[in-house]
């Protein structure tokens, strides 16, 4: 069977899926919008048409030519999208198509992971447009809330995690630091908490930040949190507290995971929450909100901790919990919630297990379609 696979930016993630999906004896043919992985997928017999301009808009009348012309020269058994309304609308355009009318159409995007952008009209519209024939969600979480708001009874609607490469993780986490202010200010003796991201609403780092307020000072002095990624204003609003460290924006923020003794994902929305997912297959395990999937990704008290969102008191509590364990019994138990996480990851998170899911799903919707 071949499948059309269109993204407008292939990751490490997708590279290793369609490799997979290779190996399970599909043939893909890739179209992405960025030409890193092309090279690697065609040494790996793959065939991979870099497009630049498949990202440029929704309507890319220069573009669809193109793509009808790749379909006719392929004719796919199904057409799957990944990332992004622009590759959707106009990959929907072209198989509206007569010669193209059956062939199936799924779409799979992270950004249907929040809410906000669900109840975008753009979203709305890849999702009840006639043309798309499925959905996957990246949660049950998600697949539920799209049930309930948009009444997507007459779609093919499922769920599939995005798979992790445990190898590729491994890698990056071996590599050195080599990080000035990482090395100035991490201690061992101290309870070292770190949190991934943007400073978006929906991250809640704002009940973090109200979480460790409350701790006695006696803890907080003790307790440090390390932002990777972009912070924007709290790194002035807290630069005269020192439980905070502000690394910024890390390429490869994998090579740090090992330095910390728990990661923190207090969203107050998430579709998954796939840095919760990279964390725990390194053996970080998560002390997370119940927002959205993240107790799809999280065994509380096994593999990490959850909290009730929006709660900075019970929040609060966990992190006053762990730190009286002590440094000895605090270690002892990130590590043994570390090789519970990942052993739960490789159960229902790697690129194995998520690709048979996907191709369980490319069936389905072929029986669908017929």
Same mark, same amino acid.
């Given at each position: 069977?071949?499948?059309?696979?269109? /993204? #407008?930016?292939?990751?490490?993630?997708?590279?290793?899926?369609?490799?997979? %999906?290779?190996? %399970?004896?599909?043939?893909? *043919?890739?179209?992405?919008?960025?030409?890193?992985?092309? @090279?690697?997928?065609?040494?790996?017999?793959?065939?991979?048409?870099?497009?630049?301009?498949?990202?440029?808009?929704?309507? $890319?009348?220069?573009?669809?030519?193109?793509?009808?012309?790749?379909?006719?020269?392929?004719?796919?058994?199904?057409?799957?999208?990944?990332?992004?309304?622009? *590759?959707? /609308?106009?990959?929907? +355009?072209?198989?509206?198509?007569?010669?193209?009318?059956?062939?199936?159409?799924?779409?799979?995007?992270?950004?249907?992971?929040?809410?906000?952008?669900?109840?975008?009209?753009?979203?709305?519209?890849?999702?009840?447009?006639?043309?798309?024939?499925? *959905?996957?969600?990246?949660?049950? &979480?998600?697949?539920?809330?799209?049930?309930?708001?948009? =009444?997507?009874?007459?779609?093919?609607?499922?769920?599939?995690?995005?798979?992790?490469?445990?190898?590729? %993780?491994?890698?990056? +986490?071996? #590599?050195?630091?080599?990080?000035?202010?990482? $090395?100035?200010?991490?201690?061992?003796?101290?309870?070292?908490?770190?949190?991934?991201?943007? @400073?978006?609403?929906?991250?809640?780092?704002?009940?973090?930040?109200? +979480?460790?307020?409350?701790?006695?000072?006696?803890?907080?002095?003790?307790?440090?949190?390390?932002?990777?990624?972009?912070?924007?204003?709290?790194?002035?609003?807290?630069?005269?507290?020192?439980?905070?460290?502000?690394?910024?924006?890390?390429? $490869?923020?994998?090579?740090?995971?090992?330095?910390?003794?728990?990661?923190?994902?207090? /969203?107050?929305?998430?579709?998954?929450?796939? +840095?919760?997912? #990279? &964390?725990?297959?390194?053996?970080?395990?998560?002390?997370?909100? $119940?927002?959205?999937? !993240?107790?799809? *990704?999280?065994?509380?008290?096994?593999?990490?901790?959850?909290?009730?969102?929006?709660?900075?008191? #019970?929040?609060?509590?966990?992190?006053?919990?762990?730190?009286?364990?002590?440094?000895?019994?605090?270690? &002892?138990?990130?590590?043994?919630?570390?090789?519970? /996480?990942?052993?739960?990851?490789?159960?229902?998170?790697?690129?194995?297990?998520?690709?048979?899911? !996907?191709?369980?799903?490319?069936?389905? =919707?072929?029986?669908?379609?017929?």
């Amino acid at each position: 069977m071949k499948v059309l696979y269109a /993204s #407008e930016y292939i990751d490490h993630i997708e590279y290793a899926q369609i490799l997979k %999906l290779k190996d %399970l004896g599909w043939v893909p *043919v890739v179209v992405t919008g960025t030409p890193e992985f092309v @090279d690697h997928l065609k040494n790996n017999s793959v065939e991979a048409i870099f497009f630049k301009d498949l990202s440029k808009s929704r309507v $890319n009348k220069e573009l669809r030519p193109k793509l009808l012309s790749l379909l006719k020269k392929h004719v796919p058994d199904i057409v799957y999208t990944v990332h992004g309304n622009r *590759v959707t /609308s106009n990959f929907r +355009a072209v198989l509206s198509n007569k010669r193209f009318k059956r062939t199936p159409f799924l779409t799979y995007r992270g950004i249907i992971g929040n809410t906000n952008f669900i109840k975008n009209p753009e979203s709305i519209l890849t999702f009840n447009h006639p043309r798309t024939d499925g *959905v996957l969600a990246t949660s049950f &979480a998600v697949k539920n809330y799209l049930q309930k708001q948009l =009444l997507l009874k007459n779609k093919y609607l499922g769920v599939m995690y995005p798979g992790v490469d445990e190898n590729f %993780l491994k890698e990056k +986490a071996s #590599e050195s630091i080599d990080d000035e202010i990482f $090395n100035k200010h991490h201690q061992k003796d101290k309870l070292n908490f770190c949190v991934l991201g943007t @400073d978006r609403k929906s991250k809640g780092f704002t009940y973090l930040v109200e +979480a460790i307020s409350l701790l006695p000072d006696t803890i907080k002095t003790k307790i440090r949190v390390y932002y990777i990624g972009d912070p924007k204003e709290w790194e002035q609003t807290l630069k005269d507290d020192k439980s905070y460290v502000f690394l910024g924006y890390k390429k $490869n923020p994998f090579k740090y995971f090992k330095k910390f003794d728990f990661m923190v994902m207090p /969203s107050f929305q998430e579709g998954l929450g796939r +840095a919760s997912v #990279e &964390a725990s297959m390194l053996g970080l395990p998560v002390i997370a909100s $119940n927002a959205g999937g !993240l107790t799809e *990704v999280i065994k509380n008290s096994q593999t990490g901790f959850v909290f009730k969102r929006c709660n900075s008191e #019970e929040l609060s509590r966990k992190i006053s919990y762990i730190y009286k364990l002590g440094p000895q019994k605090w270690s &002892a138990l990130s590590n043994k919630m570390g090789i519970k /996480s990942a052993a739960y990851m490789r159960e229902k998170f790697i690129a194995d297990v998520t690709v048979k899911t !996907l191709i369980s799903h490319f069936s389905a =919707l072929l029986v669908k379609k017929k």
